[in-house]
């Protein structure tokens, strides 16, 4: 049975998503439906599509009462979207059903499991939302909340952990065909941890363990955990709220983390050997990771940052969705540090490539048939002149006269640059983010992906990506190098069509 509020919303966006133009969206990166999107939610392969549900409130461009939004895709690039999935339609949810997960339960129908949220009046006389962990059971379309709901509320908590502070399950089969979950959670110390259950059927669940603790290292709350195994190491993704910047490693606000170790199954440990940001430009945020069906984990973030949500402004909301996911990113590890390259599938949207090879200059230049706002541009550099490496390199691109994002690289320093101060935006927020790379002799490898509202930058086959939404017209398409010294660079263009 449909709840009238899940009826209301699926009306609401057939109607309201219909309006939205395909050209008014990302070709090949999903949007909202219709409204706002955040967290990827329930990233799944289910009856040969991948599923991806999304925090969704469809009625506005802010976050609000959350929905889980559906789309499904065979290529992981080309969406459809599916009614919504979930609506805040019972007492334990009526406030929000927040991020979660997925699997494929036996006998063939796919569980989600997701927090609920519920407001309760507290004996001070204030109302402070209460999360739980619940279940929903479907076909891939329809999915009907579990009657045992929350299977996991402030009874399953270690002492000290909030219960105001519980969410983000992400669910998993182990081995021995018993199911696991971690969740965020924040402990007496106000920073955050990661919670380990446990499950015979999926059902019925108990605290296990702490799996891994914060003890206020990385920023305070910690949301939004995936766990899983990646070339005979062990990762652990988060998302912490909060953050204080640490070298060029991680910046102030949310943030995201990958920590790397080992795990023994026996004793279901988990030693932390590594820790690294995952995306390290403006708009990453609560990533999550499927299994594909030949073995690569693949990886989808929230394309935005609580801390730059705003960067439309009040004033120019011009877009009927706000929020969009990253490109699916193939994960691997590689001299203990994580990689990520765009899925392999992207390489079958390619056309036109044009190629400029050798290309040595100083100043500013263009290159013919080098520009647009869907493309896939590569370039390596290297020094023109061995003896006297040049000062600086930058990219610019979604250009016209008043408009340009740029990626700048500084060989001195090994320091890269995304920079989108003149994006469009009219809000005094961060626009600009650094990060250290690894680079010889003024050697550096970028591969720029656009789609219309974004630009995500792989920098050395992989080893460091940077990410931002830009929302300035799309006739601000041209691009341009400039270089402070001499460069020689080969640059390969493709056009990336739907
Ligand atoms: C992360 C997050 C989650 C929560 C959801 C609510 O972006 O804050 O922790 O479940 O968003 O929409």
């Known amino acids: 049975m449909i709840s009238q509020t899940l009826r209301e919303a699926r009306k609401y966006e057939e109607v309201s998503g219909k309006m939205i133009p395909e050209k008014d969206r990302p070709s090949f990166h999903l949007s909202a439906y219709t409204g706002w999107m955040n967290d990827p939610n329930g990233f799944f392969y289910y009856n040969g599509r991948y599923h991806m549900f999304y925090q969704y409130h469809p009625y506005d ?3 609000g009462p959350m929905h889980w939004g559906h789309a499904v895709s065979e290529d992981l690039l080309h969406w459809e979207f599916l009614p919504a999935a979930l609506a805040p339609d019972e007492p334990y949810d009526r406030d929000g059903c927040f991020s979660g997960s997925a699997v494929e339960l036996p006998d063939g129908r796919q569980l989600l499991m997701y927090t609920g949220v519920a407001k309760k009046r507290m004996p001070d006389g204030g109302f402070r939302e209460l999360q739980t962990q619940c279940l929903a059971v479907g076909d891939g379309l329809d999915y009907e909340k579990y009657a045992g709901n929350p299977v996991l509320d402030q009874k399953d908590l270690p002492e000290g952990a909030s219960v105001h502070d519980f969410r983000d399950p992400k669910i998993w089969r182990a081995k021995d065909g018993t199911y696991r979950c971690v969740t965020g ?6 920073s955050g941890q990661i919670l380990l259950f446990e499950s015979e059927d999926a059902f019925h669940w108990k605290f296990r363990k702490v799996l891994a603790e914060n003890r206020n290292r990385f920023g ?3 949301e939004c955990p995936d766990f899983f195994e990646l070339d005979e190491k062990q990762l652990l993704l988060i998302s912490p709220q909060d953050m204080f910047p640490q070298g060029f490693e991680y910046h102030n606000g949310n943030g995201t983390l990958c920590l ?8 279901e440990t988990f030693t932390e050997e590594r820790d690294q940001a995952i995306d390290y430009g403006i708009d990453f945020y609560a990533p999550q990771t499927v299994l594909t069906p030949d073995g690569r984990r693949v990886m989808i973030g929230w394309m ?5 949500c705003g960067v439309l402004g009040p004033t120019s909301r011009v877009l009927p969705w706000f929020g969009q996911m990253s490109l699916p990113r193939e994960l691997s590890i590689k001299d203990g540090r ?7 599938e992207l390489e079958a949207m390619r056309s036109q490539p044009v190629r400029h090879d050798q290309v040595t200059f100083e100043g500013e230049i263009s290159l013919p048939e080098v520009e647009g706002r869907q493309i896939d ?7 023109g002149d061995p003896e006297r490496i040049y000062q600086k390199f930058a990219v610019r691109f979604a250009k016209n006269d008043q408009y340009h994002t740029a990626v700048s690289f500084r060989p001195y320093e090994s320091v890269v640059k995304l920079d989108r101060k003149f994006s469009g935006s009219r809000r005094a927020i961060i626009h600009q983010r650094r990060c250290l790379v690894r680079s010889e002799n003024g050697s550096l490898k970028l591969r720029l992906i656009l789609d219309r509202f974004s630009a995500e930058v792989f920098l050395n086959d992989g080893e460091q990506v940077m990410s931002a939404t830009i929302y300035t ?5 041209g691009v341009s190098f400039f270089a402070d010294g001499s460069v020689t660079m080969n640059v390969v263009k493709y056009d990336l069509e739907g």
């Open 185 to 190: 959670s924040r402990p007496a110390d106000g």
């Open 338 to 344: 994580l990689f990520q390259q765009p899925v392999r």
């Open 304 to 308: 935005q940052n609580w801390d730059t």
């Open 377 to 383: 541009l590569e370039i390596e550099l290297s020094p």
């Open 473 to 477: 017209e799309q006739a601000a398409k």
């Open 61 to 63: 461009s802010v976050w």
């Open 220 to 222: 305070k709350m910690w």
């Open 260 to 267: 790397i170790g080992s795990y023994d199954e026996e004793t």
